[in-house]
């Protein structure tokens, strides 16, 4: 039987489960949206009715959840500027200013095409190149993380493009909330001030949900509603035109959402790297190689497409290590990975020749999920931007409410709402002395990983910082991060010399 009856027989057998992956569509929407809530731990509260269940369904059911909580998770982050998850954190960045100007719907029909596109085109570029990306993990160690780490780090010089020394000190206060916990290497206590409940380091869940939702609700009760009024005065409405113009501002930046969501993929394959750092990645790169880098921040399209497409790009690079190597890319991956042992199915390049309905299966599955949210999440867009015409009075202590809960749910620690209540009054603070919440955001989430790596590094060298320069696929790396760095200062430079004015 040749590949493409085999593809044909195991859509066919995916498709049949319709009924299983729209209201999971749904579900999933609901579970990203909501702070503190993933498909991790979704599909561990459902785990007896998922091992209950026939193992191709059960795989259905997973990856449409885990796809659907991915897309989720961008609708809070841009109506009202809280990522339902840590993978969202660089999607409100230009995604709600969006809605402040008016331009939800628009903003929200952008997130959905980039994300059903971004996880639809490498869900089939991971399917044909599998034993290629499945090498990726052997050859991402200590010395290349580190490099991944920075380019992700780096976006906080480019938000300090703006004002570098407010940007800085942002960057930097994140980066020592991240080092709060105890030391790497002789797990010594540090900056905890005696609470055990930060020994394991700040929580990311509160840090996220106070320094965006907390502190944003401060800040939108001080106006009647989100969306800023147009010039005649009055509130602009939902219309489904709107929906339409940015299905195609999408379309009509197919190629920046294609080589976004492949950053995602490679990212993706790397166990343990995650969304959060595929899309601070996506977005860096993306305003590094802009021609309009200054429009970045201000509700600028590419800047939300580069998130999006990105990090539903992780989704499929999980899944690759997890049935070629049998390891896990994430924790959702690590579920699923418990229910197919369950079943007995043993992982390796054999399971596509033994068992072609699970191994191609979850990417068919993958792919349908993709397909089927463009139909049934994008007409709603018109009617979830009326989020953002909500008196205040009424919205500002929903959202305090909903990510306090969401504050406590992944630890079940009522420190951690605290936490998040004094994260909400650090970014208030911040946004109201003109620093950047992101940049801290990003140091809170990247600066443990990058010590992490970085003294593991060293570790494994003796103490020789020249470990850092001694892998070639390292140097390329440093050689591209000193180039998306450069480039754009010389870019700018030759425009300038040129006489063409910053659009």
Known sequence: MDASTILLEVFLSTISYWYVIIPTIFLGLIVGGVPGFSAANTIIILMPLTLAMDLEMGLVFMVTLYCAARMGAGIPAILVNIPGTAGAAATPLDGYPMSKQGKGQQALAISFVSSSLGGLLTTIVALLTMPILARVGFYMHSVEMIV????????????????????????FLGLMIGSIGTDVVYATPR?????????????LIPALVGLFAVSEAFIIIEKKVIVNKSEDGTTPTAN?????????????RWWHIMWTSLIGLVIGVIPGAGASIASFVAYQQSRSFSKTPEKYGTGHPEGLIAPEAANNGVTSGTLVPLLVLGIPGGATA????????????????????????????????????????VLTILPLSRYMSHVTTIPT???????????????????EYMFDMYLALGFGVLGYIARRTGYHVAAILIGVILGPLLETYFLRALKKSDGDITVLFSSTLGNILWVALAASLILPIVMDMRRKKQGVPAE
């Open 148 to 171: 991944v780490m920075l380019f992700g780090i780096s976006l906080i010089a480019s938000i300090a493009a703006q004002d570098m020394l407010k940007g800085l000190i942002a960057g």
């Open 191 to 203: 900056g905890t001030f005696g609470f055990l409940e930060l020994y394991d380091g700040v929580p």
């Open 240 to 252: 489904w035109h709107d929906t339409f113009e940015g299905v195609r501002i999408s379309l009509k």
């Open 334 to 373: 690590a579920i699923m990975l418990v229910v197919m042992q369950f079943h007995g199915v043993s992982f390796g390049p054999s399971l596509f020749e033994s068992q072609p309905e699970i191994g191609y299966g979850m990417f068919m599955a993958m792919a349908v999920a993709y397909l089927l949210m």
């Open 393 to 411: 009075i009424y919205l500002a202590p929903m959202i305090i409410s909903f990510t306090l809960v969401g504050g406590f749910v992944p630890r």
